[in-house]
């Protein structure tokens, strides 16, 4: 078994069920740039702005 880097931002996106096109979508860049992001440790700006974006998906889904 591999180990992920930013396994804590992945399981909160698959908790949350939000897709990581559309944290992409929030975050003005494309979906493969957010994969490669994800590939390395994230710096601690990088990473609350996902988490927030993450947020705000899961709280638009959760209003609908």
């Given at each position: 078994?591999?180990?992920?880097?930013n396994?804590?931002?992945r399981?909160?996106?698959?908790?949350n069920?939000v897709?990581?096109?559309?944290?992409?979508?929030?975050?003005?860049?494309?979906?493969?740039?957010?994969?490669?992001?994800?590939?390395?440790?994230?710096?601690p700006?990088?990473?609350?702005?996902?988490?927030?974006?993450?947020?705000?998906?899961?709280?638009?889904?959760?209003s609908?």
């Amino acid at each position: 078994m591999r180990n992920l880097a930013n396994t804590d931002i992945r399981r909160m996106a698959r908790c949350n069920d939000v897709p990581q096109w559309k944290i992409a979508a929030v975050l003005g860049i494309s979906e493969p740039t957010l994969c490669r992001w994800l590939r390395r440790e994230l710096s601690p700006e990088r990473k609350n702005a996902i988490v927030g974006a993450i947020q705000a998906v899961a709280k638009e889904a959760e209003s609908a």
